[in-house]
């Protein structure tokens, strides 16, 4: 059986990232997925949820069929 992959374009975190420092962040998620590196692309809470900013993702490591994303919130959704 081949490995399973999902395509991203947005990072959809369900209050699951962890605050590396200031707008540096790391996010797990299962499975094994692709995500465009070092391209602005939507951060949010749930798919069809507000936006809460944009990000580049500077690293994805694959390891025991979860995926890591490391990246930089680059501009905040302002809720104001």
Known sequence: MGMPLE???MIVTKGN???V?????TLV???FRLYPIE???EVRRTIDGDLIG???IKKVEWEKNETTL???LIALNSTN
């Open 7 to 9: 395509l991203n374009t």
């Open 17 to 19: 990232e962890t605050r």
């Open 21 to 25: 420092r200031e707008n540096l962040f």
């Open 29 to 31: 998620k299962e499975g």
């Open 39 to 41: 391209i602005p692309i």
């Open 54 to 56: 944009i990000a580049k």
């Open 70 to 72: 490391h990246y930089q």
